[in-house]
T-cell receptor, first 116, second 114 residues
Framework: AQTVTQSQPEMSVQEAETVTLSCTYD???????LFWYKQPPSRQMILVIR??????QNATENRFSVNFQKAAKSFSLKISDSQLGDAAMYFC?????????????FGTGTLLAVQP | NAGVTQTPKFRVLKTGQSMTLLCAQD?????MYWYRQDPGMGLRLIHY???????AKGEVPDGYNVSRLKKQNFLLGLESAAPSQTSVYFC?????????????FGPGTRLTVT
């Protein structure tokens, strides 16, 4: 069974600085997708960035980028120029490439605080 | 286009009471999911549906039932609520097309069972 591990329960960053959130996963599959979701205090789950396992190039979305290390099964999220609005819980998630369910397997989350 | 909506947003139940959570989506998505979120555990899949009239068990289905009588609605039922079902419940839906099969989430329902 696939598992997702986020080893940092809490992180803190100064406004305008850069922070990296860690995520590792375990799978025997070769076809899968990885996601980072943001959950602000409103509870709404917001997709931040996504990565296909077969693509070596790291995904980037504005100030958010990932460092995808397939051999190491690592998928970290880098937030550049941190803003107060980035403060939230961040979840890493895994999805198999095949199968009917396409269910998401989530990590336990990292609570990010942004200091002014 | 409201996306995914959930009713109610908050609810307090006494042990043994029953209730139904409603999830509705207006994106014509085939797949729908119910997750629960507990502190320190991330989101876990309760039940899911791959189309109207179909349902299947997820990771933590015990104590819950679901129905998908209409494509746009996915109902989650608690027949006899227990304190262990105190949680935040999220519904999600996704299309069958597209490379990432991205799931769209509702705003969540906070349920407390006393």
């Amino acid at each position: 069974a696939q598992t997702v591990t986020q080893s940092q329960p809490e992180m803190s960053v100064q406004e305008a600085e850069t922070v990296t959130l860690s995520c590792t996963y375990d799978t025997s599959e070769s076809d899968y997708y990885l996601f980072w979701y943001k959950q602000p205090p409103s509870r709404q789950m917001i997709l931040v960035i996504r990565q296909e396992a077969y693509k070596q190039q790291n995904a980037t979305e504005n100030r958010f980028s990932v460092n995808f290390q397939k051999a190491a099964k690592s998928f970290s999220l880098k937030i550049s120029d941190s803003q107060l609005g980035d403060a939230a819980m961040y979840f890493c998630a895994y999805r198999s490439g095949g199968g009917a369910t396409n269910k998401l397997i989530f990590g336990t989350g990292t609570l990010l605080a942004v200091q002014p | 286009n409201a996306g995914v909506t959930q009713t109610p947003k908050f609810r307090v139940l006494k042990t043994g009471q029953s209730m139904t959570l409603l999830c509705a989506q207006d994106m014509n998505h085939e797949y729908m999911y119910w997750y629960r979120q507990d502190p320190g555990m991330g989101l876990r899949l309760i039940h899911y549906s791959v189309g109207e009239g179909t349902t299947a068990k997820g990771e933590v289905p015990d104590g819950y039932n679901v129905s998908r009588l209409k494509k746009q609605n996915f109902l989650l039922g608690l027949e006899s609520a227990a304190p262990s079902q105190t949680s935040v419940y999220f519904c999600a839906s996704r299309p069958t097309s597209g490379r990432f099969h991205e799931q769209y989430f509702g705003p969540g329902t906070r349920l407390t069972v006393t």
